[in-house]
């Protein structure tokens, strides 16, 4: 057992009551008997791990998605989610990890090479050949959909485009994650036309990877490494005050939370740089209540299913993204409440969890199909569950801060890109 992981989440074992409204509620179990519910392979099963015990036999703990769900609804607040990827930790150190899962858990090295010569890329990812050779080899599974890369890093358009970026006293510090920086720069856009059409001025600083596919893929070592590196980078400009906000709900809940937690990282400059992460509408929705947040929208007659991933609810901040999307004139929002889309990261591009997936996100794809034929998009907080959503619907889904800067006449939804 690694304490230095364990003494944040090991003192809540004792306060589970084995009332199975988690079992109840988990998303895997309900759809596979490969994994028989985050109570058996979580609290329960963790005490035959303890003390120099035998392991427990049960190894379908690597089934666990990480969705958070069993968190969210245990009334004891057990951290079953943070038990269960120990556990999995402990077992990659007994067996190993596979190419396939470090491959995985460092995207952040996988998409700056690609980014080098992306149509290149594209191609070698993207192609039948490839994706098959890839599923039988390497179990990475063909029916996940990848991201493509894009043809300029959001770091070369900020560089290409600092002149004209606005200066301002008010300052606002920008965590846009591996997913803008290389496949989805357009989110990044957005995100500083925003910022800048309520006056501020972005800060884009030296950041890295969050780690959490790291952590998801047992790498614990590295991902602590990769928080260090996040906290030299962020900690001085929380120091200063600056508010530093992040547009995926996955990478923001990392910083504030899940590193901290999972590795034990609770000195100074971590408390420091938690206090000042924000997710971008939970910043909105600060501005709305101190009267500051811009409401010139523009009308954007449609109807719009949104779903709202785990890891973002995980954040115990509400739903502030509804809150300030329907504020937008004309717009229906049709809020899904199905518990999980299942893509769960880099749970879907596994080979032998991809129909597990799939049959996880059923609840949530079927919601956006009822909503009828006038459905042209989706909105989803994560990039990872934007991806996953689109591969069930066969329609486009946007992070709602597109939907906020179409709104504000910045942006064009269909192009993704500024007008």
Not at 97 to 112: F, H, Q, T
Not at 174 to 186: I, L, N, V
Not at 210 to 224: I, M, T, V, Y
């Amino acid at each position: 057992m690694h304490t230095e992981s364990w003494q944040s989440v090991g003192p809540t074992l004792d306060e589970c009551i084995k009332c199975n409204i988690c079992a109840s509620y988990c998303p895997v179990a309900a759809v596979t008997d490969l994994f028989p519910g985050p109570k058996f392979v979580g609290p329960q099963a963790q005490r035959f791990r303890e003390n120099g015990q035998p392991h427990s036999p049960d190894h379908s703990v690597d089934y666990c998605s990480g969705c958070r769900v069993c968190n969210e609804v245990c009334p004891t607040g057990v951290r079953i989610t943070e038990i269960n990827t120990r556990a999995r930790a402990e077992l990659a150190e007994e067996h190993g990890i596979p190419l396939r899962n470090r491959m995985l858990g460092r995207n952040d090295v996988l998409a700056k090479l690609g980014s080098i010569v992306p149509g290149l890329a594209n191609f070698g990812l993207h192609n039948g050949l490839s994706r098959t050779l890839a599923d039988s080899v390497m179990g990475i599974s063909k029916g996940a959909k990848l991201p493509r890369w894009a043809n300029d890093t959001f770091a070369k358009w900020m560089k290409k485009t600092a002149e004209q970026r606005l200066k301002s006293d008010k300052k606002v510090v920008y965590y846009h994650g591996c997913s803008t920086m290389y496949y989805e720069p357009f989110i990044g856009k957005a995100t500083v036309a925003v910022f800048e059409h309520h006056g501020y001025e972005v800060i884009v600083p030296e950041q890295g990877c969050c780690g959490l596919p790291l952590l998801n893929n047992a790498e614990f070592p590295e991902a602590r490494k990769y928080h260090q590196r996040n906290l030299d980078w962020l900690t001085p400009y929380a120091r200063q005050g600056y508010p530093i906000v992040g547009t995926s709900s996955s990478c923001t809940l990392t910083l504030k939370e899940e590193a901290p937690e999972m590795l034990d990282m609770h000195g100074p400059e971590a408390h420091e740089l938690t206090m000042a992460v924000w997710d971008i509408f939970e910043w909105l929705r600060e501005l709305q209540e101190s009267g500051q947040l811009q409401t010139d929208f523009r009308p954007l007659p449609m109807v719009l299913p949104y779903h709202s991933p785990c890891q973002y609810r995980a954040h115990r901040i509400g739903s502030p993204s509804l809150e300030i999307m329907s504020l937008i004139p004309e717009l229906d929002i049709r809020e899904s409440h199905a518990r999980c889309c299942g893509g769960a990261g880099t749970y879907v591009y596994k080979k032998e969890k991809y129909q597990i997936a799939m049959d996880v996100g059923a609840e949530l794809f079927d919601f956006v199909k009822e909503q009828g034929a006038e459905v042209t998009m989706t909105s989803c907080n994560s990039e990872t569950c934007r991806w996953h959503i689109e591969t069930g619907t066969d329609l486009p889904c946007r992070h709602p801060i597109e939907i906020l800067a179409a709104a504000y006449g910045l942006y064009d939804l269909d192009t993704r890109d500024l007008v």
